[in-house]
């Protein structure tokens, strides 16, 4: 009877889910960074029971990539097209638009450049900056349908962009097979760019994509955080009934940040094509738009966290490379760590938005 009696508080206490206010920003901090690292430490175990040495890890994902010149000139190569889709991601999603055709978006504007090579459109000197007007026009163009669907007729932007995905990369398929394949070889790529449809390089193996993403870094966070349209934009992202309550144009708000997020992933295209693969290829874009998504998850939507999740996803990518090559890790386990990290920040995002408090029963 008395062990009962011991044992009943215990048993008439119950647990309630309770949505916060607020919380702290460094507490928020703590939570977010605490989830990094418990997925850190789980992309750790699962490539240790991959086959790699526990031994290795720190020394294949930070001393040989970050402490070596030649591999950090591949980081911040990498970085460049992944700062793009990030921030192309992070402006949709604060409009509450979930754009999932980063990649359609993508190989529009990368189509769109190589035209500009093809027909040989504009004078040697200005075709490089016409192939990066035109690349974003046509990411811009790809991201007007479901936009327009989503706002006119309450379609599913889920929907609508990833059907579009698998339209654009048909269209890239028949071009790369069909009318644009190099007529030198038999491999489904257009041909060359010449050496002024390239983005040069600075010194030292640096490309001019990196400053590139720079500018367009903090272009995007002047705009969020200082614009009139990036004041509109927050109202958005908090409730866009709200917004429009108070005299937010909601729907204009939504089409310019989409619109936005749609020239960052053409642009995003053309760093690609002529930054890295010199020419248009059928398979350029693999991998680049769930990345993005991943950014701009990572980095709250935030630009300069964006930039710097960027930077750490295209750290994975270098040295995943590496592991393929020493270790024949299969590239899907680098994709695999990436799902991880996801999992482990939607976790965190749970617990700043939500606590656990504990009530008596009777209470």
Known sequence: MSDFALRRPLLNRRYTLEVRQQMAWPWQALILGASMILGLL?????????????????????????????????????????????????????????????????????????????????????RLPLMMAVAMVCGLLWAVAPVLLKLKLQVNEIVST?????????????????????????????????????????????????????????IVLWF????????????????????????????KTILIAVLFSGALAGLAGLMVAAGQEGRLTHSFYAGYGFSGILIAFLARNNPIAATCAA?????????GRSLQVFYQIPFAMVQLIQAVLVICVASSDFFIRHRIRRVQGGD
């Open 224 to 251: 969020v955080n200082i614009s009139r349209a990036g004041l509109y934009l927050r109202f958005v992202d908090k409730s866009p009934k709200v917004a429009g309550a108070v005299g937010v144009p909601v729907a």
């Open 311 to 319: 930077l750490l996803i295209a750290t994975l990518f270098v040295s």
């Open 42 to 126: 789980l992309s750790g175990i699962i490539l240790v029971l991959a086959g790699v040495p526990a031994g290795e890890l720190l020394n294949e994902f930070v001393i040989l990539t970050l402490f070596d010149a030649q591999s950090l000139k591949s980081v911040l190569f990498q970085a460049s097209p992944l700062i793009m889709v990030g921030l192309a991601g992070c402006l949709a999603f604060r409009a509450r638009f979930w754009n999932l055709g980063l990649e359609g978006q993508m190989i529009f504007g990368a189509i769109g450049a190589t035209a500009v090579t093809i027909w040989d459109i504009g004078s040697p000197g200005m």
């Open 162 to 218: 990833l059907m579009l995905n698998y339209i654009a990369i048909n269209v890239l398929l028949h071009l790369m097979y069909g009318p644009w394949k190099d007529p030198k070889d038999a491999f489904p790529y257009s041909p060359k760019y010449d050496s002024f449809e390239l983005l040069p390089e600075l010194g030292n193996g640096l490309s001019l994509s990196i400053p590139i993403a720079i500018v367009i870094a903090l």
